[in-house]
């Protein structure tokens, strides 16, 4: 069997070592770079007439959120629930001061699905509450802004209790409806 000289294994291993000692420098040369893209038109200038960019978390007018009564509830209650062509069974609407709490109760509710619209108008959170005897159906902190609805499913004669409750001044409005 021939023998392989020594020399030579240690001359594969030196070059080897350096290889990878230069692969390693090249990686961590490279890993400090970074690739910009040009945000100009294609002729590498930027047009004078693109918008300029703007955040896109601009925050909203604090004065939509403040609670309102008389005509301007009317009017934030026809935007928040808007006419819907399902039949609607109970719909109640209002203001609260502050840590105030309301309960109301729905008459007679057939059989089926509903859907339980839930809105609300303030600078903070609005607890809203949906139960069913003793099973709560809906439990939620709503971020007053953007209406919520709830799809559930009631036995024949179930009667709803909804409860609303703020920690500051706030306009509630909801509907159950059936789909």
């Not at 109301?104 to 509903?114: A, D, F, I, Q």
């Not at 809105?119 to 099973?135: E, G, K």
Request: negative net charge.
């Amino acid at each position: 069997m021939p023998s392989v000289p020594v020399s030579s294994v240690a001359r594969t291993r030196t070059v080897s070592a350096v290889g990878l000692s230069l692969a390693l420098a090249m990686s961590m040369a490279l890993a400090g770079c970074a690739y910009e893209y040009d945000d100009a038109s294609a002729g590498g200038t930027a047009s004078a007439s693109a918008p300029a960019f703007s955040d896109a978390a601009v925050p909203r007018d604090p004065s939509t959120r403040w609670p309102v009564s008389g005509a301007e509830l009317d009017a934030w209650l026809a935007q928040v629930l808007p006419a819907t062509e399902g039949q609607v069974f109970h719909t109640g609407y209002g203001t609260l001061a502050a840590d105030e709490e309301r309960a109301e109760t729905t008459s007679n509710l057939p059989r089926g699905s509903y859907a339980i619209t839930l809105a609300c108008r303030s600078p903070r959170r609005v607890l809203f509450s949906v139960s069913h005897d003793d099973t709560e159906l809906v439990d939620l902190h709503l971020r007053c802004g953007t209406p919520r609805v709830n799809v559930v499913y009631l036995p024949a004669d179930s009667v709803l209790t909804i409860k609303v409750a703020a920690n500051a001044g706030a306009n509630f409005a909801y509907r159950v409806s059936r789909l």
